[in-house]
Each structure stands twice: as structure tokens, then as C-alpha cells.
């Protein structure tokens, strides 16, 4: 199990439905990420948070819309998805924003079908 | 453009081998290299972290080289096993992305008992 917890495990949404992505750390890390995953392909990065500021977003649709309400939880908004949209989104956290010194702690992520 | 290569086919490996995966890079000047380990249907997980002025790693089985010169990390495990089966990932981080991981796709192995 990682120290970076993700729910739900499995959503199943329709293209007009409005939904969630929660993600939990308890490491008393302060950068958290989101990825997005397609399958055989690498996480390309969407959103990252440093100090609980959004610091990088990375041209996202704003269907996809993030938020961090306090230092160990981030959030992941959805609505109006595609099915292009469906994917693993990883949720991911690092002591400090500069990696060179802290990897990536990833969650287990959310599988997501858009129907 | 920026490009992370990485064997787009699965290595397959006979236990007690030693594997040794490819991670090539062009248009990057990376400051550190990572590699993650990612089953299938979860998060990847960290093994190892090499920067750009280092040029080997070592962490109990597992050993990575890092050659700036020729733009290229190779990620060894020594004394393969079956539970070493795995896709794994070189991410590369460099002051041009604000340091924040680039991932390759990833190699597959799988190590035969």
C-alpha cells in the first residue's frame, strides 16, 4: 500500500455528469501533482500545487478543474468529460517542489471511463 | 524536439540474470534522472535517483549509470527474479520544466523462473 491514498478506485461517469478525484497524504509533503495516464503510454503531468498554491498548470481543459483545500488533500473536478478523458489520473506528492532532491510519492490512482 | 526513448518492446529475461534496461534522451540538459518501477493497474513507485554530475547509483540489486555525453541511463537489476516482472520508467528532470518529472513510457520486463 502507498502512503498516498486515492478515491475512489474506480469511476465510471457520463459525459454530463459532475464527479471527484480525492487524494490524501499524511507525509507532511507540500508539492502535490496531478497525472493523467493512458494506457502503454507515460503520466503526463497536469496540475502541480507548492504550499497549497496552484503552481503549474499544463494547458488543461478546464473541464478538468483542480483544488487543494489544506496541505494533505488535493482534488480533482470534473464535468463535461470526453470519452478521451478516461484514463489512470495519479495523484502524486514530493517534500518540496524541487524534485532534484524528493521523488515522486504516487497514489495508486483512479481509473476513469467516460461513457 | 524533447524526446525520452525507452524500449517500446518488453524485455524477457531468464531468472538470475541480470537486466539491463535502456533510457535515452535528446533536446534535454537534465539536471537529475529517475527511475520508477509501475505494476499494472497502479501508481509508479521510486528506485533510484542519479544527478547530472554522478555517474552511477547503486541500491542493494539494482544499479544505474548515467552518461551525459552520450545522453543515456542504463538501469541494471542483478540476480533477476520473477517478482522483479515489472514496467519501468525513466523520468527526467531538468531547469527548463521547473525541475518536475518527464517520464518515458517505460520498458517491460518480465523475468522467466
Known amino acids: 500500500d502507498t502512503e498516498v491514498t486515492q478515491t475512489p478506485k474506480h469511476l465510471v461517469m457520463g459525459m454530463t455528469n459532475k464527479k471527484s478525484l480525492k487524494c490524501e497524504q499524511h507525509m507532511g509533503h507540500r508539492a502535490m501533482y496531478w497525472y493523467k495516464q493512458k494506457a502503454k503510454k507515460p503520466p503526463e503531468l497536469m496540475f502541480v500545487?507548492?504550499?497549497?498554491?496552484?503552481?503549474i498548470n499544463e494547458s488543461v481543459p478546464s473541464r478538468f478543474s483542480p483544488e487543494c483545500p489544506n496541505s494533505s488533500l488535493l482534488n480533482l473536478h470534473l464535468h463535461a468529460l470526453q470519452p478521451e478523458d478516461s484514463a489512470l489520473y495519479l495523484c502524486?506528492?514530493?517534500?518540496?517542489?524541487?524534485?532534484?532532491?524528493?521523488?515522486?510519492?504516487f497514489g495508486n490512482g483512479t481509473r476513469l471511463t467516460v461513457t | 524536439s524533447q524526446k525520452i526513448e525507452q524500449n517500446s518492446e518488453a524485455l524477457n529475461i531468464q531468472e538470475g540474470k541480470t537486466a539491463t534496461l535502456t533510457c535515452n534522451y535528446t533536446n534535454y540538459s537534465p539536471a537529475y534522472l529517475q527511475w520508477y518501477r509501475q505494476d499494472p493497474g497502479r501508481g509508479p513507485v521510486f528506485l533510484l535517483l542519479?544527478?547530472?554530475?554522478?555517474k552511477e547509483k547503486r541500491k542493494e540489486r539494482l544499479k544505474v549509470t548515467f552518461d551525459t555525453t552520450l545522453k543515456q541511463s542504463l538501469f541494471h537489476i542483478t540476480a533477476s527474479q520473477p517478482a522483479d516482472s515489472a514496467t519501468y520508467l525513466c523520468a527526467l528532470g531538468s531547469s527548463g520544466g521547473s525541475y518536475i518529472p518527464t517520464f518515458g513510457r517505460g520498458t517491460s520486463l518480465i523475468v522467466h523462473p
Open positions: 542519479i544527478r547530472e554530475n554522478e
Open positions: 500545487y507548492s504550499y497549497e498554491k496552484l503552481s
Open positions: 502524486a506528492s514530493s517534500q518540496e517542489r524541487d524534485i532534484g532532491n524528493s521523488p515522486l510519492h
